[in-house]
């Protein structure tokens, strides 16, 4: 049975990685943000703002009311109307929409409502939240008035229709009186009682509208000026921590939004499964960012005892990291001194820059060498970044060790280089692996499916008669047991042993 893996858009552990590794770039964006905001609130300071306290009586107000009439309140502060009488009661030339972008209205409760004015000064603001509060309480006071005298005269209306029949009907009961006994005494007792209920309704629609026509004197008395506009207290320090904050927030969140999507376009390995993959070869070694002499020489006594014996040159090439290299070389070669020659083959001569006092042999890239002796360690330096002669890698070394910094190169550089190298019939031993994430947990070791893993240098085939080969076994055939899918829950292929070629 074939199984086959579903490849993620997004390689989330890769992703949070890079970020991570990424942290100069998002902790800068957050540090100029917080920079830009301070300086915002230091070279551009708020304006002066002024504000005041009003107590708004409503004619129906109710102890359920969920602020709608306070939101209306606020509406009407924020129109036209109010802000042109405001501008005419201050003698001011500046436009309705310039003022109106200057202040704001806030219901506190149902009948408190918080008005904020900015202006050029002190005096220009506090002013401002007078006329504005005067015209607000005026304005709210008149229409109380207005649709009280309305309804007034309504009732007026109402009374007079009333009167009018009322006389309509006295003339109707004149008349049927003069007809003197000829008069019909039903008609007249029904005249009688509509003249008394039309009398009894014009005095209810005098009384109402003289009630209606006092308005509401409690709206007028008790909408006024609870708080006098003040000066509301302008801390420096608190808005260049309050504009500092947000500038740092935002400055963080766009930071790491770029670290995150540089991370998607650029992709640049920087897990070690990743760029074992990459490169065909396991990682043997890694440095770390803050490497210390220690460290280093750790790692080149490994590569000490990879390429001690006598079977053929070796060489060390650079990926993103020529310093770490060329003192890597320098200090494989100082524990073989007595027979070591290196090649500075790197493209700025980091060997020769590196090297102090040494009792070994230096000798420049370009410089044609006669075979190596018996005995004699070659160990080449070079690069394989972009503009890499390819062809002269192999005067460097038939076998080679990668020296790679992590997140320097993209994925498809490091095809490029695995294609080259074996395109040259160069060997990698293994892969050193430069600032890797210190929370990396995969593994870098290269599995060839078939019980081997790939690190280090390989082994000459050798064999003897006690020597048994391994055969695969088909996959529609039966195993050791008969089982045509005993195979199937292994990691690898499943092999049986055959005889060697001389049986």
């Not at 997004?10 to 902790?27: A, E």
């Not at 890239?365 to 360690?377: I, S």
Request: charged share 20%.
């Amino acid at each position: 049975m074939t199984t086959t893996t579903s490849t993620p858009l997004v390689d989330l552990q890769r992703l949070i990685t890079t970020v991570r590794r990424r942290r100069r770039m998002w902790l800068s964006a957050a540090l100029l943000g917080l920079l830009a905001g301070i300086a915002v609130a230091v070279v551009l300071p708020a304006p002066p703002t002024a504000v005041t306290k009003l107590l708004v009586i409503h004619a129906d107000d109710s102890p359920t009311d969920s602020g709608t009439l306070m939101r209306t309140d606020v509406a009407v502060l924020g129109s036209s109307n109010i802000a042109d009488a405001a501008l005419k009661s201050l003698h001011s030339k500046e436009s309705s929409e310039d003022f109106m972008k200057e202040y704001q209205g806030l219901g506190l409760t149902n009948n408190v409502m918080q008005i904020s004015v900015e202006g050029t000064s002190a005096a220009d603001a506090t002013a401002k939240a007078k006329a504005l509060a005067d015209t607000f309480v005026a304005d709210h006071v008149q229409r109380a008035q207005a649709s009280a005298d309305a309804e007034a005269q309504a009732l007026v209306n109402q009374r007079n229709q009333a009167q009018t029949e009322l006389n309509q009907v006295d003339s109707q009961i004149a008349t049927e009186s003069a007809r003197g006994s000829r008069a019909n005494a039903t008609s007249l007792e029904s005249l009688y009682s509509r003249r008394a209920d039309l009398t009894s309704k014009i005095s209810d629609l005098d009384t109402q509208a003289q009630q209606a026509g006092i308005g509401s004197p409690q709206i007028a008395a008790g909408t006024r000026i609870v708080d006098a506009p003040r000066l509301v207290p302008n801390s420096v320090l608190k808005t260049a921590a309050t504009d500092g904050g947000i500038g740092l927030l935002l400055g963080l969140v766009l930071g790491l939004a770029l670290a995150a999507m540089t991370a998607v376009v650029r992709d640049r390995p920087v897990l070690r499964r990743e760029i074992s993959a990459n490169l065909g070869a396991s990682v043997i070694a890694q440095l770390p960012k803050r490497r210390t002499g220690t460290a280093r020489k750790r790692v080149a006594a490994t590569l000490v005892r990879l390429v001690h014996d006598d079977r053929g040159t070796v060489s060390l090439l650079e990926l993103g990291a020529p310093g770490t290299t060329a003192r890597l070389a320098l200090d494989i070669a100082a524990a073989l001194p007595d027979r070591t020659t290196v090649i500075d083959g790197s493209p700025d001569g980091a060997v020769r820059a590196a090297a102090g006092e040494v009792k070994f042999s230096i000798v420049d890239g370009g410089v044609v060498l006669p075979p190596a002796q018996p005995g004699e360690l070659r160990l080449g330096v070079g690069s394989v970044r972009p503009g890499t002669a390819w062809t002269d890698l192999a005067h460097l070394g038939t076998e080679t060790v990668l020296v790679v910094r992590a997140g320097y190169a993209n994925t498809t550089w490091l095809h490029t280089v695995a294609r080259q190298l074996a395109d040259c019939h160069i060997a990698v031993i293994g892969i050193v692996l430069v600032d890797p994430d210190p929370k990396d947990r995969t593994d870098g070791t290269l599995w060839d499916a078939l019980h081997t893993a790939l690190r280090g240098r390989a082994l000459p085939a050798q064999r003897s008669d006690a020597t048994r080969r391994l055969a695969p076994v088909a996959r529609n055939g039966s195993g050791a047991g008969g089982d045509p899918d005993s195979s199937s829950g292994l990691p690898t292929r499943q092999f049986v042993p055959v005889g060697s070629q001389e049986d």
